[in-house]
């Protein structure tokens, strides 16, 4: 009958998961996505290799206002089950490094191809240019309008993401669609994110990337610290320690802190190795300019940012004394970096936040408050690191909907 069909908003990765583990359990599930094509975002992802999963699946790379959900949802759902999902498929998974699994053929394509087989093989009927448009619940059906008219089913599954990434198909349309449900949300905010300086001097770094470390305060306080690459732009910073942090700062600014960044351009050297390795170049009779000899250990570009914060006040090799010294190392070992804003969801992987996972059902993600609804994916207040956990979510989540 056309009304036990199950309706599923959203192609990306939670939608085509669970669209497949219904279809095989002989439901009749009809795929609607606003996008000309499936799963953009998987297309994209990992700079089109898909970082598709994670071998260390743990809690606390995962993030939300109800850690215990996440705890639930997780439960016997670690990587063997992803993988033998996606093998069920024809695909197979290869480690990279930090536990990181990507398909073999390290293209993200062949991830949306498989899914989009599979899922017509088992009987799923996708429509793409479809855009959901509102929902109704009128006593034990569903009323889904759609940019392609009115349709109805027994089941309704939300899986249309966040507002992160609108030029892949990021939406808030789901928010209002559960929200008009009864449901809560937990606010939302860019994640895995660039971030925006108002200094002037970054500009003059553009295209600089440093192994550095960053650490993060908010009003002063030290918050969190992350290494990897540093990667000045000309709105700010960017790069994976940046992307790494970007949670907390994002949150941090929607609450009006103050957020500065301390950057350890050399972090692999300690403060004091630093200083004798640099007690250990300074020759007394060169007059060489102090800029020439910073470029022996740092890129040109930076060089003046670190004569100013520093405020040397010499320019010659000759007249380093140890005082000008250490404000130098000091200066390389914490250059500020004012933060004004984040590039927003446009620049973001992921949104923090979403509906309240209080009112969802761990096991089934079915709604606590509306028989017969359910969610998955980064619709819930649930994200993750960046390495693959927040596909781990969404493929977990979309295969507890069609169990
Ligand atoms: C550039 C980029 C790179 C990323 N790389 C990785 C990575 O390597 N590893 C990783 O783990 N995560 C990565 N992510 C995050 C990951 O893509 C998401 O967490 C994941 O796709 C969320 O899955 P989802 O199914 O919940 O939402 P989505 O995959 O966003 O799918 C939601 C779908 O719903 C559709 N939709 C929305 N509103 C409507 C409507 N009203 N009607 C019909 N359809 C609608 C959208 O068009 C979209 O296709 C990346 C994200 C981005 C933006």
């Not at 789901?174 to 008009?180: E, R, S, V, W």
């Not at 108002?198 to 470390?213: F, H, I, P, R, T």
Request: glycine content about 10%.
């Amino acid at each position: 009958m056309h009304n036990e069909k199950m309706i599923i908003i959203g192609a990306g990765a939670a939608g085509l998961v669970a669209a497949i583990c219904s279809a095989r359990l002989g439901r009749q599930v009809l795929l609607l996505e606003q996008n000309n094509k499936i799963g953009k975002k998987i297309l994209v992802s990992g700079n089109g290799k898909c970082n598709i999963g994670n071998k260390y699946i743990a809690l606390h790379r995962f993030h939300s206002e109800n850690p215990v959900f996440a705890e639930e949802v997780l439960r016997g759902y670690d990587l063997p089950v992803v993988e033998k999902f996606f093998t069920s498929i024809g695909l197979e998974l290869v480690e990279g490094k930090e536990g990181k699994m990507f398909p073999m053929s390290l293209q993200a394509s062949s991830v949306v191809e498989l899914l989009e087989y599979e899922a017509k093989r088992v009987g799923v009927e996708i429509v793409c240019d479809c855009a959901v448009t509102g929902i109704e619940k009128k006593e034990q059906d569903f009323t889904v309008e759609t940019s392609q008219g009115s349709m109805t089913c027994k089941k309704l599954v939300i899986t249309s993401g966040s507002p992160a990434a609108p030029q892949l198909g990021g939406s808030n349309a789901g928010y209002a669609f559960a929200t008009k449900m009864g449901h809560s949300l937990i606010p939302r905010h860019p994640s895995l994110v660039q971030l925006c300086s108002d200094e002037s001097w970054v500009k003059g770094c553009a295209g600089v990337k440093v192994a550095g470390l960053a650490k993060l305060y908010a009003n002063g306080e030290h918050i969190t610290e992350k290494k990897g690459d540093l990667l000045f732009t000309n709105y700010g910073i960017s790069g994976l320690a940046i992307l790494d942090l970007s949670r907390e700062v994002s949150t941090r600014l929607a609450n009006f802190d103050y957020c500065e960044l301390s950057l350890d351009l050399i972090p692999e050297l300690s403060k004091e190795k630093l200083t004798n390795l640099l007690l250990a170049r300074v020759k007394k009779e060169s007059e060489k300019p102090l800029t020439l000899w910073l470029q022996g250990i740092l890129n040109k570009k930076l060089i003046p940012v670190i004569l100013e914060q520093s405020k040397c006040k010499v320019c010659t090799e000759d007249a380093l004394g140890r005082k000008e010294l250490n404000k130098l190392v000091h200066a390389i070992k914490n250059l500020k970096l004012s933060i004004s804003d984040t590039k927003g969801f446009k620049g973001a992987e992921v949104a923090t936040g979403g509906i309240d996972t209080i009112e969802v059902n761990a096991q089934t993600m079915e709604s606590k408050l509306v028989p017969n609804l359910y969610f998955a994916g980064e619709i819930l207040d649930v994200d993750g690191d960046r390495g693959g956990f927040n596909f781990h979510f969404a493929w977990v989540s979309g295969m507890r909907v069609g169990t």
